[in-house]
């Protein structure tokens, strides 16, 4: 007979051997490495079969659950920290851009193009609030014509996606592209924390484990311009509740930001909105194609 027989002390080489004709070497490598931490797990716990059929159930009612605007396992990886980590990991930014966090599940419809100044805030609820920034290179170089997606919850804390019919199609969402001098502005509203979706299974394991499924006030970025590397990120709001607990990882303390109210009613005038209003600026910095992390 050839090959070794399975044990419980060499049981991980067992089936990582079983690998040795995988032509792929990445997977080989990746397979390997999960099989070995798996079985570490197992044997570390000592998981009994009846916690074994716990987490069978567990996950065929994740996959379940999954359909094209509901993914449980997204959500699954969100709330073990696995999606920030992975993101943290391919967008290491050694200070010299903006910090990247979690895209999230509600990116799912392109947004509107939509022009400097546009008021994104459809529904008429929530502090009315100025948002603007300037996207530049590593070296402060301003950056014109870049793309600025935004998304954000409404004042209930729902995505426009998730109340079809109730909210106006596309509220709170947008495209914008930055002048001559990389600078952006719309109108909107102050973002509010929000509870991620916890009628599924994820909610049950939130709810086992005590914890809560809220994340703090953010609004979403996507930034891309040619030739530089995209930032997927939030800013977050400074005096929000849950910074210090978001249910997904997501806060960088870089990403953080006051949303100080301006007093002002020519300026108000100006920017078309009731005085007083809220005004938060968020500049972003990305890295070039190619650069990375020094
Ligand atoms: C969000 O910020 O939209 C989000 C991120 C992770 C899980 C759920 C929602
Ligand atoms: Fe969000």
């Not at 590593?138 to 409404?154: I, K």
């Not at 599924?200 to 484990?209: D, F, K, R």
Request: contains cysteine; glycine residues 8%.
């Amino acid at each position: 007979m050839s090959g070794e027989l399975f044990s419980e002390e060499r049981s991980a080489e067992v089936v990582a051997a079983s690998f040795a004709g995988t032509p792929n070497p990445r997977l080989t490598q990746v397979m390997t490495s999960l099989v070995q931490h798996l079985h570490a797990f197992v044997k570390d716990v000592e998981l009994t079969e009846e916690e074994w059929g716990v987490a069978i159930d567990f996950l065929t009612r994740t996959g379940q659950m999954s359909n094209e605007v509901r993914q449980e396992f997204i959500l699954l990886s969100d709330v073990l920290g696995v999606s920030m980590l992975v993101e943290t990991i391919n967008h290491r930014t050694g200070g010299q851009s903006t910090e990247s966090t979690v895209l999230g599940p509600f990116h799912m419809v392109e947004s509107p193009p939509r022009a400097l100044g546009d008021d994104i805030a459809l529904d008429g609820k929530g502090d009315r609030c100025l948002v603007s920034g300037q996207v530049t290179g590593p070296d402060g170089e301003p950056l014109a014509g870049a793309s600025v997606d935004v998304w954000q919850a409404n004042e209930d804390g729902f995505y426009d996606v998730q109340q079809p019919g109730v909210q106006p199609e596309s509220n709170l969402r947008g495209l914008f592209t930055t002048d001559d001098e990389g600078r952006f502005w719309f109108r909107s509203i102050v973002p509010k924390y929000y509870p991620i979706p916890d009628d599924g299974p994820v909610g049950e394991l939130l709810a086992a484990t005590a914890r809560h499924p809220n994340r703090p006030a953010h609004l979403h970025f996507i930034v891309t311009a040619p030739g530089y590397r995209p930032v997927t990120t939030h800013v977050f709001v400074e005096d929000s509740p849950y910074l210090d607990s978001d249910a997904v990882f997501g806060v960088k303390d870089s990403l953080v930001r006051a949303v100080p109210e301006v007093d002002d009613p020519a300026r108000a005038a100006e920017v078309g909105l009731p005085n007083p209003f809220r005004t938060l600026t968020f500049d972003l910095t990305l890295l070039r194609g190619g650069q990375t992390a020094s």
